[in-house]
């Protein structure tokens, strides 16, 4: 069975495009969220091995989600996804636990390589 990844992006078209990318590589996605919020519930229901994460999200952003994230479950694997020149969050996302980050617009290749490094 492929490893199970949640999606959170509130821009549906990233999420579709990720949930493309990463299903033509043998994963399989197990849920989305639009927000931090979401995106935390589906994290405990869901227990995915492995979550991407929008750094700049409405209400909640992504660096808060993650730190909750990392509350609920210290080995959680998130790989942030930011916009060019968000050079400063994605260092604080990494200090805060992230795995590695992946920059849009998204490359396959770029996406594949990073989440096969942290969960194969």
């Known amino acids: ?5 949640l999606i ?3 821009a549906a078209f990233m999420r579709i495009m990720l949930r ?4 033509k590589n043998g994963y399989m996605v197990v ?3 639009e927000n931090g919020t979401t995106a ?17 999200m409405p209400e909640q952003d992504g660096i808060s989600t993650l730190k909750e994230i990392r509350k609920i479950d210290p080995q ?8 060019m020149g968000q050079q400063a969050m994605v260092i604080d996302s ?11 617009p998204f490359q396959p290749e770029r ?5 096969s490094k942290v969960i194969g």
């Open 20 to 23: 493309d990318i990463l299903t």
């Open 31 to 33: 849920g989305e969220a």
């Open 94 to 104: 990494i200090q805060a636990g992230a795995k590695d980050f992946i920059v849009k």
């Open 40 to 56: 935390v519930n589906k994290y405990k229901e869901l227990k995915p091995d492995l979550v991407t994460m929008d750094i700049t």
């Open 76 to 83: 959680a694997k998130v790989i942030m996804c930011s916009a």
């Open 1 to 5: 069975m492929g490893k199970r990844v």
């Open 8 to 10: 959170v992006d509130d």
């Open 111 to 115: 996406v594949i390589e990073a989440v």
